[in-house]
């Protein structure tokens, strides 16, 4: 027979010192003794979440370092980063291995919050701390959320309730009072432009050193699935069998899953990439793009750039989105101007002229001229034209 110890939410005194934190240490013991005469049982405010919400990334880094909260509210469509937070906070809290005597785990459709409350009552047994998991919360019945919700406010000081969502819908109760008190914790997915960082990170987490242009390859050839960018480094590293990982090895190694859209070349040159400007281009060769119609595309891009730098010329104030009739980019073409003054706008241009006519002229193959055009485009020395000075 399984015989539970229940305690109520201690009484806790205006003038403890540990108010302040808003997650408590799991590898560190209080010596104080409680209410109900239980030694060592760590506490927390009840409402100490209120002025603080959590992060995936920073939730996850405390519970690495041993620090958790007593109730978490997860869910979110990045599944790797809410699988590696929920991995740390049971690490953290009862360990890893087969689950033990200190785990619960429910169904929200099938469980009441009383089942839950009282579990979450329930002393630890061989463990510090006990951990009760909430499976799919999002579809626990209205009356039900009530009462969790109400246990948001007093929750027991050596359980660490998680509820974990399967649809994180900011319209549900759960979802708003989680929110308010600051447990709420959504994996987002990454945006393009905090790609490159995460693939900087995960690299020196699994010990691959990468080499120029090699994120931007990566990032180009899978794009924001973490899941399958972490697998790739981890190919990549056995590779590379401890030197620098190159851009040739993603090459061999990494299948792109990914459609490049052919403006994505004319972007990269445009913001001076070299090495996101040759990935894309290597990609859009890959897959039959021919190679006038691509000089095409960066003349067009880099007409535009000199349009707009002479419509700013003439006036300070002008309109380049009705002008040029650009909708969502005029912002970024004002940005981009600042590395294009005249003198290197007037090198582009005689750059794209002689690409054309080594395309229609040369013996050399289109892949080594459009290379050559794109790393003069971007600064270096070539199609006649001498490196620009950084």
């Known amino acids: 027979m399984k015989m539970r110890v229940v305690i109520s939410p201690p009484r806790v005194s205006p003038e403890r010192p540990w108010r302040k934190s808003p997650y408590l240490t799991a590898h560190r013991a209080h010596d104080h003794v409680g209410h109900v005469g239980v030694q060592n049982v760590p506490r927390v405010l009840p409402g100490c979440y209120e002025s603080f919400s959590m992060d995936i990334l920073k939730a996850t880094q405390e519970a690495a370092q041993g620090k958790v909260r007593l109730v978490y509210v997860l869910g979110g469509e990045e599944q790797v980063l809410l699988r590696r937070c929920l991995d740390a906070i049971r690490k953290a809290t009862v360990g890893g291995g087969v689950r033990g005597l200190a785990e619960d785990v429910f169904d929200g459709p099938k469980v009441t919050a009383q089942t839950v409350t009282e579990a979450c009552r329930t002393l630890p047994m061989m463990s510090r701390w006990r951990l009760v998991t909430v499976r799919d919360a999002n579809e626990l019945p209205a009356p039900e959320v009530d ?110 899953v990914r459609e490049v859209p052919a403006w994505d070349l004319a972007h990269a040159v445009v913001a001076r990439n070299r090495g996101a400007a040759l990935s894309v281009l290597h990609q859009l060769l890959g897959r039959g793009q021919e190679a006038l119609p691509t000089l095409g595309l960066l003349a067009w891009q880099v007409r535009q750039l000199a349009r707009a730098q002479q419509l700013l010329a003439m006036n300070p104030d002008a309109n380049l989105a009705q002008e040029l009739r650009i909708f969502d980019g005029a912002d970024r073409v004002k940005a981009n101007l600042r590395r294009w003054p005249p003198t290197a706008m007037a090198r582009a241009l005689r750059v794209l002229a002689a690409t054309d006519a080594a395309l229609k002229g040369s013996r050399r193959g289109d892949q080594r001229v459009l290379e050559e055009c794109v790393l003069a485009l971007c600064g270096a020395a070539g199609m006649g034209e001498a490196a620009l000075r950084a």
Not at 163 to 168: A, D, G, H
Not at 170 to 198: F, T
Not at 221 to 239: C, M, N, S
């Open 147 to 256: 009462g969790l919700v109400g246990y948001f406010k007093h929750p027991s000081p050596s359980t660490v309730l998680l509820l974990v969502l399967s649809q994180v819908d900011a319209r549900r109760k759960l979802v708003m009072e989680a929110k308010k008190q600051g447990l709420l914790v959504v994996a987002e997915r990454i945006s393009e432009a905090a790609l490159p960082g995460w693939i900087e990170r995960e690299a020196r987490a699994v010990g691959a050193e990468l080499g120029p242009g090699v994120v931007e390859s990566l990032a180009l050839a899978i794009g924001p699935d973490l899941g399958l960018l972490g697998d790739a480094l981890e190919r990549l590293k056995l590779y590379a069998h401890g030197r620098t990982v190159t851009t040739r090895d993603v090459d061999l190694v990494v299948t792109s």
